[in-house]
Each structure stands twice: as structure tokens, then as C-alpha cells.
């Protein structure tokens, strides 16, 4: 079992920043890319930023030049650094991470998911 623990979500104002944790604990052998996804009220779950093992970003357009992740593999841990929030960065935020168990044939690979955390930025 594997358990994906998000923290640092609330409110903050237009132009606030805030910085959201996602830690991985468990069943863990190695965890290749590791991201964060928002959903809005009505609107389907997006990608925000995704990272690879080896460091390799990836950016929604929306966030470019806004937002940062990074992540620490010796902790299994995956951060998102927001700034010059806007009300439309308003969601739901949810770690993912892609599991490896281990490299027997027994094991598996597979994707996980927190259990979100709210950004509301507002005035």
C-alpha cells in the first residue's frame, strides 16, 4: 500500500503565493514521474506541472513563469511553488506519482493519487 500526503493548500490573495508538499510513503521501490493536477468547480482535472526521476519539468501554459515544481527522491516527495496567484488557479490540487513496487515479476507499476488539497485565491 502506498499513501500520497498532501499539505500547504488555503487561501490566499491575487498575487499571494503558496507552496504545496506531497510526500509518498509505502510499498515504494522507486517513483518515476511525479506531478500535480488541479480540478476546478464544473472543469475536468488538468495537469499543472509534472517531474521526472532525472529532473525533467513540464508546465501547463496557464502556469509558466507562475509556478515551480521540484522533488526530492531520497524522500519520495514532490513540491509545487506558486506565485502571482490568480482567481482562476482556484481548484482542487492533487498529487500524482507513478509507482514502482520493485523490479521482480511479481511487482507492478501503477499510478497514485492524494487525496487534494484546496487553493482558493481570492481578496
Known amino acids: 500500500q502506498v499513501k500520497l500526503v498532501e499539505s500547504g493548500g488555503g487561501l490566499v490573495q491575487p498575487g499571494g503565493s503558496l507552496t504545496l508538499s506531497c510526500e509518498a510513503s509505502?510499498?515504494?521501490?522507486?517513483?518515476?514521474?511525479m506531478g500535480w493536477y488541479r480540478q476546478a468547480p464544473g472543469k475536468k482535472r488538468e495537469l499543472v506541472a509534472s517531474?521526472?526521476?532525472?529532473?525533467?519539468?513540464n508546465y501547463a501554459d496557464a502556469v509558466k513563469g507562475r509556478f515551480t515544481i521540484s522533488r526530492d527522491n531520497a524522500k519520495n516527495a514532490v513540491y509545487l511553488q506558486m506565485n502571482s496567484l490568480k482567481s482562476e488557479d482556484t481548484a482542487i490540487y492533487y498529487c500524482?506519482?507513478?509507482?514502482?513496487?520493485?523490479?521482480?515479476?511479481?511487482?507492478?507499476?501503477?499510478?497514485?493519487w492524494g487525496q487534494g488539497t484546496q487553493v482558493t485565491v481570492s481578496s
Open positions: 500524482n506519482a507513478f509507482i514502482i513496487t520493485g523490479r521482480g515479476s511479481g511487482d507492478i507499476e501503477y499510478d497514485d
Open positions: 517531474v521526472t526521476r532525472g529532473g525533467a519539468t
Open positions: 509505502g510499498n515504494i521501490f522507486e517513483i518515476s514521474t
